[in-house]
């Protein structure tokens, strides 16, 4: 069974932080990499952080020094740290997970969480 919960979502002042975290369960695919998206008002949904297998990360240049995503694997979640929160970090944010199989060859696909709202007011 695959399932991605988000939450911590909310309302905060900008300057403000929150964190964020996905649980996730993920039945017996290989996970390529975990992911935090964010979809602002009107705009599509764009990557904000995700971090490799491997423990290496990457973040949207618009969150670099503000942002840190990071995954306890013993717990299966990954969480994203958002500080000095800004209006324009407004949106629903989801958690994707990439994750590979084998099925006659190699397959992947993402799965996505529900999403959890974060207001930032000026």
């Known amino acids: 069974q695959v399932q991605l919960v988000e939450s911590g979502g909310g309302l905060v002042q900008a300057g403000g932080s929150l964190r964020l975290s996905c649980t996730y369960s993920l039945s017996t695919y290989s996970i390529i990499s975990m992911g935090w998206y964010h979809q602002a008002p009107g705009k599509q949904r764009e990557p904000v952080a995700v971090?490799?297998?491997?423990?290496?990360?990457r973040y949207a240049d618009s969150v670099k020094g503000r942002f840190t995503i990071s995954r306890d694997k013993g717990m299966n979640t990954v969480d994203l740290q958002m500080n000095s929160l800004k209006p324009e970090d407004t949106g629903v944010y989801y958690c994707?997970?990439?994750?590979?199989?084998?099925?006659?060859?190699?397959?992947?696909?993402?799965?996505w969480g529900q999403g959890t709202r974060v207001t930032v007011s000026s």
């Open positions: 971090i490799i297998s491997n423990g290496s990360t």
């Open positions: 994707c997970a990439r994750v590979t199989w084998y099925e006659e060859g190699f397959r992947e696909r993402d799965y």
